[in-house]
């Protein structure tokens, strides 16, 4: 199961799509870690607390909402997450244009507020990409880890030998 | 000064606070208790006097002890996949209440483990009957919490096994750490 950065720009009253999602996630067996946000976008403390953040998360999840005020902390945290080759999955307001915020190959889930059963729909279909999007990570972190271990215990095994 | 918390009771834990007869210093803790419905269904199908009780806490504290139906029911759905009734309702209105009210802390008060880890996955802060009887004490409305953890051990079908009995008395300074 994935560790979730939930990522998110949504207007005050949206405030409960934001918990859908999450609870959805958790549901799912998946562990959902909110954007740190006490101090102001691009403050060094908020820098240095999204990075560890984002860095201990598997995926990050970016929900956006019409309306939303918070899009340069969305746009920061996810440009976070490329640049350290985490994967980004979208999950935004059918009238908001991913490419106004998105690079192509982040997929996109589209949700409609007006139509709240198939919005519910939409984010459980996001939280299923966004488990398999994590994945190669999770699968890669444990094969790099396997592959540290052997060349650790080979290199032992070389020193004892040597004596 | 701050306002005291808003709290959401489950079925287990209201029981509890009822029989050992220390409901009524919850305004002293709380701002107000909201009783989600499927809360009060299954407190209405328990046996007589637990209907009495609920009924006559809300006759006497009408203004703190609300029944309550505020939540998102879409996460409401969701949680109840994992959750049983009363216990789904409580978080999705702890959940609610704190997106409303961010002047203001939200309790869930759930005695279920299920429930708790839930909770505590959501980021929905969590006390069980031990912990409130530690906040009561540190408000010095109850001079000790044993007497009370001891009643409800014997008495009714409370759960609480000895690691988790001995942590509560521990935290509320009645046991030595050796």
Redesign the interface.
Same mark, same amino acid.
């Given at each position: 199961m994935a560790t979730i950065f939930l990522s998110y720009s949504v207007a005050p009253a949206d405030g409960p799509v934001v918990s859908r999602v999450k609870s959805i996630a958790v549901v799912s067996g998946h562990t959902v870690t909110m954007p740190p946000r006490q101090h102001p976008p691009g403050s060094p403390l908020a820098t240095i607390a999204m990075r560890q953040a984002v860095l201990a998360s598997d995926v990050v999840l970016a929900l956006a909402s019409v309306g939303g005020p918070q899009h340069d902390w969305l746009n920061r945290e996810v440009q976070t997450a490329f640049e350290n080759q985490k994967p980004v999955v979208a999950l935004l307001e059918a009238q908001i244009a991913p490419q106004a915020t998105f690079p192509p190959g982040v997929p996109v889930v589209p949700f409609d507020r007006h139509t709240p059963y198939q919005a519910q729909a939409a984010i459980q279909n996001a939280v299923q990409v966004v488990g398999d999007a994590a994945l190669p990570q999770q699968e890669g972190g444990g094969l790099g880890q396997l592959v540290g271990g052997l060349l650790l215990a080979g290199l032992a095994f070389w020193a004892l030998s040597r004596d | 000064m701050a306002r005291r918390p808003i709290a959401i009771i489950d079925n287990t834990l209201l029981s509890c606070l009822g029989k050992v007869g220390i409901h009524d210093r919850l305004p002293m803790v709380f701002d107000r208790v909201l009783i989600p419905p499927a809360v009060n269904a299954e407190h209405g199908a328990g046996p007589g006097k637990a209907r009495q009780r609920l009924r006559n806490l809300k006759k006497e504290l009408p203004d703190f002890f609300v029944s309550c139906n505020d939540r #998102?029911p %879409? =996460?409401l /759905?969701? /949680?109840n996949?994992?959750l049983d009734a009363g216990e789904a309702e409580v978080l999705?209105q702890a #959940? %609610?209440w704190r997106? =409303?009210q961010a002047q203001q802390q939200v309790y869930a008060l759930i005695d279920e483990r299920k429930g708790r880890a839930?909770g505590r996955? /959501?980021?929905i802060k969590v006390w069980r009957t031990g912990r409130l009887l530690v906040e009561m004490k540190n408000r010095a409305l109850i001079s000790q919490v044993q007497p009370y953890l001891d009643n409800l051990r014997s008495r009714t079908t409370f759960w609480l096994d000895d690691s988790a009995y001995r942590a509560v008395l521990r935290l509320a300074g009645e046991l030595s750490r050796f």
């Open positions: - | #998102d %879409f =996460q /759905l969701v /949680l996949e994992k999705a #959940d %609610f997106t =409303q839930f996955r /959501l980021d």
